[in-house]
């Protein structure tokens, strides 16, 4: 049994946690309902995410289950979280007994703060890879769409979270369960329409 532990918070981005979200349920349900994914903020009111969608956490801060995996997104409320002691205190506390840590965008600059990205190699997104790099020891790799070091799994923004998912959850319970995963999601990436067709 594997236990996803996400974190919200004012501002995240949707599908930073959304899409990984869909992910390992999907993977759970696929597995007669075995894994557990679980939401978590530092308080337990509702959070209003960076385009304005409300979610409530199931569990804060101070209770929620042992994690397995902890997923940090990013969004425009990583800049005020960054500074927001309680916050970074707890996933420096959760990531040194979680199996994987990972983030989704700009969720790499919560764990550089907190430490989990100290030293590695990390992939955010593209807007922010110079400001993050400037933070200094740390390896922002560009144009990967999500980057492992160690137990630690990083990805680009947005959409990016999807494929880092389903890699983590194709090494946790194999390649044909995420194959299987990616089909039930119908995951198969094509753009609607070619952005650089003449016209």
């Given at each position: 049994m594997t236990t996803y532990g996400l974190l919200i918070f004012e501002g995240a981005e949707e599908l930073d946690f959304?899409?990984?979200w869909e992910v390992f349920t999907a993977s759970s349900m696929l597995r007669d309902h075995t894994d557990t994914a679980v939401l978590i903020a530092e308080h337990p009111?509702?959070?209003?995410?960076n385009k304005g969608m409300r979610v409530l956490p199931d569990h804060t801060l101070g209770e929620h289950p042992p994690l397995d995996v902890l997923l940090v997104p990013g969004g425009n409320g990583t800049r005020h979280q960054v500074s927001n002691p309680a916050l970074t205190t707890w996933i420096t506390k959760v990531s040194a007994d979680a199996a994987w840590v990972t983030s989704v965008c700009t969720g790499a600059l919560l764990l550089h703060e907190a430490g989990p990205a100290r030293g590695r190699r990390v992939a955010t997104h593209h807007a922010f890879e110079d400001t993050l790099q400037a933070r200094g020891d740390i390896t922002v790799v560009r144009d990967a769409r999500y980057v492992i070091d160690g137990n630690l799994l990083t990805s680009q923004g947005?959409?990016?979270?999807?494929d880092m998912a389903l890699w983590l959850i194709g090494r946790i319970h194999g390649r044909d369960h995420a194959r299987a995963v990616r089909r039930y999601i119908q995951y198969e990436p094509a753009p609607p329409y070619l952005a650089d067709e003449p016209t």
């Amino acid at each position: 049994m594997t236990t996803y532990g996400l974190l919200i918070f004012e501002g995240a981005e949707e599908l930073d946690f959304v899409g990984p979200w869909e992910v390992f349920t999907a993977s759970s349900m696929l597995r007669d309902h075995t894994d557990t994914a679980v939401l978590i903020a530092e308080h337990p009111g509702p959070i209003r995410c960076n385009k304005g969608m409300r979610v409530l956490p199931d569990h804060t801060l101070g209770e929620h289950p042992p994690l397995d995996v902890l997923l940090v997104p990013g969004g425009n409320g990583t800049r005020h979280q960054v500074s927001n002691p309680a916050l970074t205190t707890w996933i420096t506390k959760v990531s040194a007994d979680a199996a994987w840590v990972t983030s989704v965008c700009t969720g790499a600059l919560l764990l550089h703060e907190a430490g989990p990205a100290r030293g590695r190699r990390v992939a955010t997104h593209h807007a922010f890879e110079d400001t993050l790099q400037a933070r200094g020891d740390i390896t922002v790799v560009r144009d990967a769409r999500y980057v492992i070091d160690g137990n630690l799994l990083t990805s680009q923004g947005v959409s990016a979270g999807i494929d880092m998912a389903l890699w983590l959850i194709g090494r946790i319970h194999g390649r044909d369960h995420a194959r299987a995963v990616r089909r039930y999601i119908q995951y198969e990436p094509a753009p609607p329409y070619l952005a650089d067709e003449p016209t």
